[in-house]
């Protein structure tokens, strides 16, 4: 069992910055592939940014490419998701995700964290 909590949101102008947290329990983070996935309003969850088990291999959505930063810190079992140049379309809640692998579906989900940009 994995449980995941999410942090660092809150609101912010765009232009800003925020850096989101996800702390794991377990002794089993390392092995896992860590996700974050958005839902703004009136939409269905969607897919941010991915980063294997060993930090490695990363990958984005088109829509924040070259904005967002994934990392990881095994040994502080945690995963962090830094959002640079926040758009008001980046208003969302913020949820993180891992799965043993990445090709097998994401496994555990946080409760997620809000976050708003306003114009």
């Known amino acids: 069992q994995v449980q995941l909590v999410e942090s660092g949101g809150g609101l912010v102008q765009a232009g800003g910055s925020l850096r989101l947290s996800c702390a794991a329990s377990?002794?089993?983070?390392?092995?896992?592939?860590m996700g974050w996935f958005r839902q703004a309003p009136g939409k269905e969850r969607a897919f941010v940014a991915r980063?294997?088990?060993?930090?490695?291999?990363?990958i984005y959505a088109d829509s924040v490419k070259g904005r967002f930063t994934i990392s990881r810190d095994n040994a502080m079992n945690t995963v962090y998701l830094q959002m640079n140049s926040l758009k008001p379309e980046d208003t969302a809640v913020y949820y993180c995700a891992s799965s043993p692998s990445l090709t097998l579906p994401w496994t555990y989900w946080g409760q997620g964290t809000q976050v708003t940009v306003s114009s």
């Open positions: 377990g002794r089993t983070f390392s092995s896992y592939a």
């Open positions: 980063i294997s088990a060993n930090g490695g291999d990363t």
